[in-house]
C-alpha cells in the first residue's frame, strides 16, 4: 500500500509565523504535490516537483514556497501565516493514472 | 477549479441510485477521474475513464462520458450509507499530470 504521511492533522499558527508543512511518501515516486483545499473551491494546486531540487508553479504559488531535498520529502513553507491561509492543505503523489493522497493538514491562522 | 464544474450537493435515499455530474473544458485531457473524500480522510481515487471511452463500469460504479459536450457523470447503484462523502471530478489539463479538480459535491444518503 502507498504510503504518504503529512506531519500533522492539526495545526494553529499566528500570523506573522513562519510554517512548514511535512509531507513523507515510501513509494520512491518522482512526482509530488501540495493542494490546498477550500469549501466550494475544490482542490487548488499550490506548487509541485518531479524530481529533487526541481518545483513547478502550480495555480495558487502566492504566499508559498516548497522545498524538495530528498526525494521522499516535500516540504510546504508559508513564510509569513495570513488569516486567508486558513485551510486544509493535502499532499499527494503520482501520475496519469492515479494520485495518492495524503490525510491532510488542516492549518488554522489566528 | 474553474475549468471543472459539479453541483455542491445531492440527497439521496439508501438503495436508490446516486447521479453526480459534471462538465470540464480542456478537450485534450486524456482521463477524466472521479475521486472520493469520507470525513477526516485524503481523497481516494475510485475510478477514471479514457476520454476515448464512452463508458466504464466497475461493479456498483458506471462512469459515463460524452465528450462532445464535454459532461462527465457517475452513477452510483445501490447506495449505501458508507457511500456518503465528497465526491471529485478532476481532468488532467493540457495532457499533463497536473490535475484540474471541480469544486465536489457532498453525497448525503439518508435512511
Known amino acids: 500500500d502507498v504510503k504518504v504521511t503529512q506531519s500533522s492533522r492539526y495545526l494553529v499558527k499566528r500570523t506573522g509565523e513562519k510554517v512548514f508543512l511535512e509531507c513523507v511518501q515510501d513509494?520512491?515516486?518522482?512526482?509530488m504535490f501540495w493542494y490546498r483545499q477550500d469549501p466550494g473551491l475544490g482542490l487548488r494546486l499550490i506548487y509541485f516537483?518531479?524530481?529533487?531540487?526541481?518545483?513547478e508553479k502550480g495555480d495558487i504559488p502566492e504566499g508559498y514556497s516548497v522545498s524538495r531535498e530528498k526525494k521522499e520529502r516535500f516540504s510546504l513553507i508559508l513564510e509569513s501565516a495570513s488569516t486567508n491561509q486558513t485551510s486544509m492543505y493535502l499532499c499527494?503523489?503520482?501520475?496519469?493514472?492515479?494520485?495518492?493522497f495524503g490525510p491532510g493538514t488542516r492549518l488554522t491562522v489566528l | 477549479g474553474e475549468d471543472v464544474e459539479q453541483s455542491l450537493f445531492l440527497s439521496v435515499r439508501e438503495g436508490d441510485s446516486s447521479v453526480i455530474n459534471c462538465t470540464y473544458t480542456?478537450?485534450?485531457?486524456?482521463?477524466l477521474y472521479w475521486y472520493k473524500q469520507e470525513p477526516g480522510a485524503g481523497l481516494q481515487l475510485l475510478t477514471y475513464?479514457?476520454?476515448?471511452?464512452d463508458m466504464k463500469q466497475d461493479q456498483r460504479l458506471t462512469v459515463l462520458l460524452n465528450k462532445k459536450d464535454k459532461h462527465l457523470s457517475l452513477r452510483i447503484a445501490d447506495t449505501q450509507t458508507g457511500d456518503s462523502a465528497i465526491y471529485f471530478c478532476?481532468?488532467?489539463?493540457?495532457?499533463?499530470?497536473?490535475?484540474?479538480f471541480g469544486a465536489g459535491t457532498t453525497v448525503t444518503v439518508r435512511a
Open positions: 516537483s518531479y524530481d529533487v531540487k526541481m518545483k
Open positions: 499527494a503523489l503520482g501520475d496519469y493514472n492515479e494520485q495518492f
Open positions: 480542456d478537450s485534450s485531457s486524456t482521463y
Open positions: 475513464i479514457f476520454s476515448n471511452m
Open positions: 478532476a481532468e488532467n489539463m493540457r495532457n499533463d499530470y497536473k490535475l484540474s
Open positions: 513509494m520512491d515516486h518522482e512526482n
